[in-house]
């Protein structure tokens, strides 16, 4: 079993300031990452898949990288809608997700 | 318009299953994606708990997989989940999604989810 780690659990950042979350794998999993946006109370947003493409309508400011085991997403300036937590998720053989990373305003 | 619809219960007792069902508008249950369900303890993160592609092949979380049953309805446009023996630790809101693709290795369209509470 896979197991992904995000770091950190919070993130506290100014509005229009750069963020950048960390997700790592237990073992290789090519580029089959994604990243989900998830605000309170509502439904899970894909933001990014096959570690880098931007889902549909989702703001240039969002950018992911890495393959293997390491991978980033970055938010270049944020936005106060983009307070939110973060879940990174792989596939192999599964999905599985992990456990998150508060952005909260500093 | 792509969307997922969740219906079912929303208290359960201890012991008993839970029984979800998730219309699917805007795409055929037939097409090409695979069709899961994902839940979310209060306060806590994601996990997934199975998935099935309109052939009929399945796949089950391990830890879960000795009390989970995914299906599909192609006459409703819809899948169902059935988990049994269910306690507090199964108290979450459930969600279903689609994964897009033969091969499908992430969700892009998800439904508003349904919160079940198993107590007495």
């Known amino acids: 079993e896979i197991v992904m780690t995000q770091s950190p659990a919070t993130l506290s950042v100014s509005p229009g300031e750069r963020a950048t979350l960390s997700c790592r794998a237990s073992?290789?999993?090519?580029?089959?990452l994604a990243w989900y946006q998830q605000k309170p109370g509502q439904t899970p947003r894909l933001l990014i898949y096959g570690a880098s493409t931007r889902a549909t309508g989702i703001p240039a400011r969002f950018s992911g990288g890495g393959s293997g085991t390491e991978f980033t997403l970055t938010i270049s300036s944020l936005q106060s809608e983009d307070f939110a937590v973060y879940y990174c998720?792989?596939?192999?053989?599964?999905?599985?997700f992990g456990q998150g990373t508060k952005v909260e305003i500093k | 318009q792509m969307q997922l619809q969740e219906s079912g219960p929303g208290l359960v007792k201890p012991s008993g299953t839970l029984s979800l069902n998730c219309a699917v508008s805007?795409?055929?249950?037939?097409?090409?994606?695979?069709w899961s369900w994902v839940r979310q303890p209060p306060g806590k993160g994601l996990e997934w708990i199975a998935e099935?592609?309109?052939?009929?092949?399945?796949n089950y979380n391990p830890s879960l997989r000795s009390r989970v049953t995914i299906s599909v309805d192609k006459s409703k446009n819809q899948f169902s989940l059935k988990l049994t023996s269910v306690s507090a630790a199964d108290t979450a809101v459930y969600y279903c999604?689609?994964?897009?693709?033969?091969?499908?290795?992430?969700?892009?369209?998800w439904g508003q989810g349904t919160l079940v509470t198993v107590s007495s």
């Open positions: 999604a689609r994964m897009p693709g033969a091969a499908a290795v992430h969700f892009d369209y």
């Open positions: 073992q290789s999993v090519s580029s089959n």
């Open positions: 805007g795409d055929s249950i037939s097409s090409r994606n695979w």
């Open positions: 099935i592609y309109h052939t009929g092949s399945t």
């Open positions: 998720q792989h596939y192999n053989n599964w999905p599985a």
